[in-house]
């Protein structure tokens, strides 16, 4: 050590490590509102943290990018994290996602999870900040590993934590699935390890080109990447392997369906990135034939998702099959194997986590006012109960088809860029077909639930009263023709579900939730900006 | 042909046992054989990188005589480390994944997958109406 490192390049361990500990110190508590200000308090400290390094980085300019040896022990032992502008704003934007799911979904929490269980819930929370924040940082190949299981099992939790019949088989699909990943990832890193001898991301990338250049050892590392790409591709749910994800994204409780679908696919995917950039350099990827596989997979993921989603009439199972299909877009934004289309991705990475987590949220709460049910028919005229909501889907919505203005119609241009750069005629017009499919499809499903949910439901009081309740016959039919329709349902509804006013929390973060997709929807240049330096330091 | 296989038999055989865990955890359909697949899975990785790491005629780094040291004598530790933090997280994967069969188990009476699934369709269904 010959020069001592600025305190703020600290930043990513502690974080890591504060995490870990507030996991750590959370069972003493055994209260769910004590653990949920520690949680918060936390994210917080984290978020600014990382924000604090994100603007140092940038201030620095050049090579914003250093490695941090965890306890100054050098390469070939020791473990690295690696902190460039990129991850540090990711990291500050994964904090800012996970407390704003958490503040929205906060009434729901303390309704489905049992008041003994509730701490537990926040325990999980933090393991979950750790090992995200791990997989941004790390630059160590076997690290990752052990973080993705930390990942695994708390997601796993956080889906069963709502103790019903239909969570915990939607846990034990998912946990299947999950250990089938990990058990590949961890045979990719065992042989890569052999061929290598290095666990260390940037030293597996020399000897990786070495061995490349030599010609021996060409199938291995087909294989290799093969059945890390297949790894990642099951935690993330692209398209073949996606089976598990409507389940536990559609029964869990409406913050842990905005994280998983918000944050725990993305760390995934941003390690997936990082293989391809720090340890196989883009180069060999596309020369092995790997990036053609992955749009493949990213192109049928993205069609297949919004089909599903199409047939779909459970809410929260529509927005999760869309999931499907975003992941599938930010899949084909690495295969398309440039830097543009990295970048591409990872913008849309972060529009996504910026407006499925709304999206999850604000369907939770219509779902709510309507009473439990989660048919899109069930929830015509909610948003008229609960305008903030029902804003909060519809923008979602719109930001998911990519109607100009919203965080989802920025990337979708910076992928046709891409495509037009890669300078391939058939990557060039399958990226582009499958674009407005897809785009079509997104409209085809959203904008039908944007339209139930805003549409006065007159014919479903006429129904109502006289379907079952026979004491309000006539107070249906005379309410049916007046104008206030929405306003009678909910005198009538008023002692079967007790309708809860909308907490100061879920306003605050719906608000911010609104506020930041409209800028990352408009402000994409300096955030572009941003996204590009970081691709570049990478490598 | 035949040197090959006598030189790698160790990995041969963690591959063929890496086979074996991996159809059993898709397969079948019996939870616990399912955990116990995923466990055949990680031993066999285990297997593969204890096998990589062993050079015959070495030991393992821990020194008897502190007076002649010499590389040359100990196999490479980090694999042996791997194994063993691997042992950890599959233990815990495993822990966590009997727990979720014994809360499916208590739910439903029964540990087949196909069954399960049924059974929660036809709860979720009476639940509707």
């Known amino acids: ?539 | 042909m035949w040197d090959f296989i006598m030189n790698h038999y160790y990995e041969i055989a963690a591959v063929i046992l890496f086979g074996i865990g991996f159809m059993n955890l898709l397969v079948q359909r019996n939870l616990i054989k399912k955990l116990i697949g995923l466990n055949i899975m990680d031993t066999a990785i285990y297997l593969f990188l204890a096998a990589r790491g062993f050079v015959f005629g070495r030991i393992a780094p821990v020194p008897q005589d502190l007076t002649n040291l010499s590389a040359e004598t100990f196999i490479n530790p980090i694999p042996s480390g791997l194994v063993l933090t691997g042992i950890v997280v599959s233990v815990s994967t495993t822990a966590f994944g009997l727990a979720l069969a014994l809360k499916l188990y208590r739910r439903y009476r029964t540990l087949n997958l196909d069954e399960i699934l049924v059974l929660s369709k036809k709860e979720r269904e009476d639940k509707k109406q």
């Open chain 1, 1 to 539: 050590m010959s020069h001592v490192l600025p305190f703020v390049f600290n930043f990513p361990s502690f974080s890591i490590l504060m995490t870990l500990m507030g996991g750590m110190v959370t069972p003493f508590i055994r209260n769910g509102r004590v653990a949920q200000k520690i949680n918060f308090g936390i994210i917080t400290v984290v978020g600014v943290m990382n924000a604090i390094l994100f603007g140092t980085l940038i201030a620095q300019g050049g090579d914003g990018t250093y490695t941090y040896m965890m306890g100054h022990f050098p390469a070939p032992w020791g473990n690295e994290l690696r902190a460039g502008p990129l991850e540090a704003f990711l990291a500050t934007c994964f904090c800012l996602v996970m407390a704003l799911s958490i503040l929205g979904g906060l009434k729901d929490i303390y309704e489905d999870v049992r008041p003994k269980k509730q701490y537990l819930y926040f325990l999980m929370m933090n393991l979950l900040l750790a090992s995200l924040l791990a997989l941004i940082y790390t630059n160590d190949l076997f690290n990752a590993y052990v973080f993705i299981e930390i990942n695994t099992i708390a997601a796993c939790a956080i889906v069963m934590i709502k103790s019903s019949g239909e969570t915990t088989v939607a846990t034990i699909r998912y946990f299947i699935m999950s250990c089938i990943g990990s058990g590949l990832f961890l045979f990719a890193t065992s042989m890569l390890y052999n061929i290598t001898g290095e666990l260390l991301m940037s030293s597996i990338q020399e000897k990786v080109i070495a061995i490349y250049q030599n010609g021996d050892y060409a199938i291995p590392l087909t294989i290799i990447i093969g059945m890390m790409v297949c790894a990642v591709a099951i935690k993330s749910a692209v398209w073949p392997f996606h089976s598990w994800l409507p389940n536990a994204h559609g029964s869990s409780t409406s913050s842990s369906s905005a994280i998983l679908s918000g944050l725990v696919l993305k760390g995934y995917l941003i390690l997936l990135m990082k293989l391809c950039y720090r340890m196989y350099t883009p180069q060999i990827m596309s020369e092995l034939r790997i990036n053609d596989v992955i749009i493949v997979f990213g192109i049928a993921g993205m069609i297949i998702g919004s089909i599903k989603a199409l047939k779909e009439h459970h809410i929260k199972r529509m927005i999760a099959y869309s999931s499907v299909a975003q992941i599938g877009y930010i899949f084909m934004g690495i295969g398309l194997g440039t830097d543009i289309g990295m970048m591409a991705a990872f913008y849309h990475m972060l529009a996504h986590a910026f407006t499925k987590p709304m999206l999850f949220l604000a369907a939770g709460s219509l779902v709510h006012r309507a009473g439990h049910k989660y048919e899109i028919k069930a929830l015509k005229g909610s948003a008229r109960e609960n305008p903030l909501a029902g804003i909060a889907f519809t923008v979602g919505s719109l930001s998911m088809i990519g109607i100009p203005c919203f965080a989802g119609f920025v990337p979708k241009v910076f992928f046709s860029t891409a495509a037009f750069q890669c300078g391939d005629w058939w990557r060039l017009t399958i990226v582009l077909i499958a674009l407005a499919v897809s785009t079509v499809l997104n409209a085809l499903y959203y904008l039908p639930a944007c339209v139930h949910i805003w549409s006065p439901k007159k014919e479903e009081v006429v129904h109502h009263g006289h379907a079952d309740a026979h004491g309000h016959d006539a107070h249906g039919h005379e309410e049916a023709i007046t104008e206030h329709a929405p306003e009678a349902m909910e005198v009538h509804e008023e002692h079967e579900h007790p309708k809860r006013p909308l907490g100061i929390s879920f306003i605050a973060s719906m608000v911010i939730f609104i506020a930041s997709n409209f800028a990352l929807g408009l402000a994409f240049t300096p955030i572009s900006e941003i996204l590009k330096i970081g691709v570049s330091l990478l490598g």
